[in-house]
């Protein structure tokens, strides 16, 4: 089955910085790929996703990138706010939201003022 | 329009007890999944239900565990009997039919505590 690693566990950056977050999976028939903001006491909502077809997507300071060869996507955090600081899983499947989601461990990214 | 709802938010039993979590889709979203995160690992896929039948239940981790999801609406999970290993935070999540090829939607989830 379908492995997800995630690194780093956790992140802390200052107000304005850069974040990434990368993700490996082991399956080559995963072809779709969300990552998914859980703050405090929420579940789990997702912020952007890519489909193997494509190789970068962008959503004003959230950009993914998919490199299927070597198996491993990203995700960027431009400009980083307060407000950022949440839990952040990646997540991989064989299909989109109708198909079963393998995640990584999560990334706890902390915002520093 | 309303999320998906989870209920409770918050369970604490004894081992032993019995505890039935439940969950309400996103109207008209055929999908369902259970899903559950123990100890700050990761989320791991329990089940899915398509509309009321179960598509695949190969994350479920044993016999305790009771899915159902009678006239295609809402799921119940139940846990009988609990052990410790049980606790963590069980996330319920919906989606529209596959051919729509959208996201899954989680709930808030519940925090199951086994003492």
């Known amino acids: 089955g379908e492995n997800v690693e995630q690194h780093p566990s956790t992140l802390s950056v200052q107000e304005g910085d850069s974040a990434v977050i990368k993700c490996t999976y082991s399956?080559?028939?995963?072809?779709?790929f969300p990552w998914y903001k859980q703050e405090l006491g929420k579940g789990p909502q997702l912020i952007i996703d890519i489909r193997s077809n494509v190789g970068e997507k962008k959503d004003q300071r959230i950009a993914v990138t998919l490199n299927k060869t070597a198996k491993h996507f990203s995700l960027h955090i431009t400009e980083t706010q307060p407000e950022d600081s949440a839990v952040y899983f990646c997540a991989a499947s064989s299909g989109s939201g109708y198909s079963t989601l393998t995640f990584g461990k999560g990334t706890m990214l902390l915002v520093s003022p | 329009e309303a999320g998906v709802t989870q209920f409770p938010s918050h369970s604490v039993i004894e081992k032993g007890q019995t505890v039935t979590l439940r969950c309400d889709p996103i109207s008209g979203h055929d999908n369902l999944y259970w899903y559950r995160r123990v100890m700050g690992k990761e989320i791991k896929f329990l089940l899915h239900?398509?509309?009321?039948?179960?598509?695949?239940e190969s994350g479920m981790p044993n016999n305790r565990f009771l899915a159902e999801r009678t006239g295609g609406t809402y799921s119940t999970l139940k846990v009988q009997p609990a052990e410790l290993e049980d606790s963590g935070v069980y996330f319920c999540?919906?989606?529209?039919?596959?051919?729509?090829?959208?996201?899954?939607?989680f709930g808030q989830g519940t925090r199951l505590t086994v003492v």
């Open positions: 999540a919906s989606s529209q039919p596959a051919y729509m090829n959208t996201e899954a939607f």
């Open positions: 399956d080559s028939a995963s072809n779709y």
């Open positions: 239900f398509v509309k009321e039948s179960k598509q695949d």
